[in-house]
């Protein structure tokens, strides 16, 4: 509350505003113009009206002030003081309302305008992060906590203070200190993943309102440089593979041109050889054409359907020569009415060459190979992968070779691997066959389970959506 009129204050001021018109009186009385009754009943009038005066004067001024300090502490709110008694002090008391509605119009608005803003910042996909002058993380964006594993409010960031105390991020941050200019680095993370972060430092001159002196703003690159990487590999990949038989095919022409004109046994012997390269040449071609078609669909689901069990045969039938070429016998176990869909017939096929030629080519020689054809049950296990839990099929292809290597397995789909490189490139591999697989099974939302005993053969199993149907 404001002080009120009180005792002193009120006799003070009553005293001076009534002491000039009561000496005149004494005045009055003394020089005798003025009988003594008189001059006493004027006297008493005169008092009387100042501490009216005063009264009034005082109030008015303590519910101004307390009209002031009203809008000081929060306008609007609670009971209005009191209208000040005089109208000169009213008016006064009005203007300061006026003023204090606009003022609190204007907070509200600039508070409005800051929430605004940090719902940007906020909702901005690249991570952001506001450091101190300290160089404490004061506050972190959505995208920055994701990216460092932070809690709401800011708990346990490790990655964060790796980052922070990245020797190339330090030294970023001491240039946009002493330069007064924005600055950028590039530092990668080795834990807990593998992280390429882009980040730019960028002072903040004055400073935010809650300390915030330095803005990061990080981009992060891991995937971008990953595919940069990958796509390096497989040029790298795609020329040395083609280079060794063209070298051959090269080699064999000049030698036909010189040292061994006109012997044609020789030359029926290189021409062989040649055909063979100029082969390996060709299907390295098909399998890279092949890997680029289905990679530009890999996005959009199949629409067809495929029944898997005349596929098989079908597939079986076209391959019968390089069957009996390998002297091979291959058992089949096909349930009927498994419907492959959505799926497109062609690459389904596509796989089942590539796993066969597989179980072919690196089993063994004269051996048998299992075609197996299920129904599949939901959410079942196979190899211990969990199968999806929708109705699909298992399509399964064991050889009884020497088997693959435990550590090769998870590696097997990557472009151009193999266990035993010569020995595959000999057999007439191109390195592609399993990476076409997994890609037509990712593309189909299915699964390939490879399992595998070294000694013992190796099955390959593919999981396709689809639902059993009565014979058709
Ligand atoms: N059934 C199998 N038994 C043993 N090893 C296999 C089998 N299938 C595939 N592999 C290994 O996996 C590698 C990759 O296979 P793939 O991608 O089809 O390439 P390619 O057959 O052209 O060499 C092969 O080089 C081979 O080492
Ligand atoms: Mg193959």
Known sequence: MSS????????????LIAGVPAAALAALVITGRLGALEGFLALVATFLSAAILAWLWLESLARLTQAMRRAMEGPMEGLPAPPPLLPAAADVAEEVHRITRSLAERSALVGQLRRADAAIIEALPDPLVVLGADRAPLRANRAARRLFGLSENGGAGGDLAALLRHPKLASAIDRALAEGAAQSADVVLPVPVLRDLSAQVIPLDP????????????????????????????????????????????????????????????????????????????????DLLDLSRIELVEHQPPD???????????????????IAARGATVLTDLVEGCIARPADAGQVGQVLRNLLENALRYGRKEGTTRILLRPAAP??????????????????????????????????????????????????????GLAIVKHVVNRHRGLLVIESEEGQGATFTVWLPGAQEAER
């Open 379 to 432: 959410g079942g296990l196979v190899g211990g992968t969990r199968l999806p839990n929708r109705p699909g099929h298992l399509l399964s292809v064991t050889d009884d070779g020497p088997g693959i290597p435990r550590e090769h397995i998870p590696r097997l789909t990557e472009r151009f691997y193999r266990v035993d490189k010569g020995r595959a490139r000999h057999a007439g591999g191109t390195g592609l």
């Open 207 to 286: 400073p935010l309102s809650d300390g915030g002196r330095m803005l990061v703003v990080l981009v992060d690159r891991t995937r971008e440089r990953a595919v940069e990487r990958m796509r390096a590999d497989f040029v790298a990949n795609v020329s040395h593979e083609l280079r060794t038989p063209l070298a051959s095919v090269m080699g064999f022409i000049e030698t036909l041109r010189g040292p061994a004109r006109g012997d044609t046994e020789a030359a029926d012997r290189f021409l062989g050889i040649m055909s063979e390269q100029s082969d390996r040449m060709r299907r390295l071609i098909d």
């Open 4 to 15: 009120p009129a009180t005792l002193p204050r009120l006799t003070g001021a009553t005293f």
């Open 304 to 322: 067809g359907e495929c029944d898997l069990g005349q596929l098989v045969r079908a597939e079986l039938e076209g391959m019968s020569p390089i």
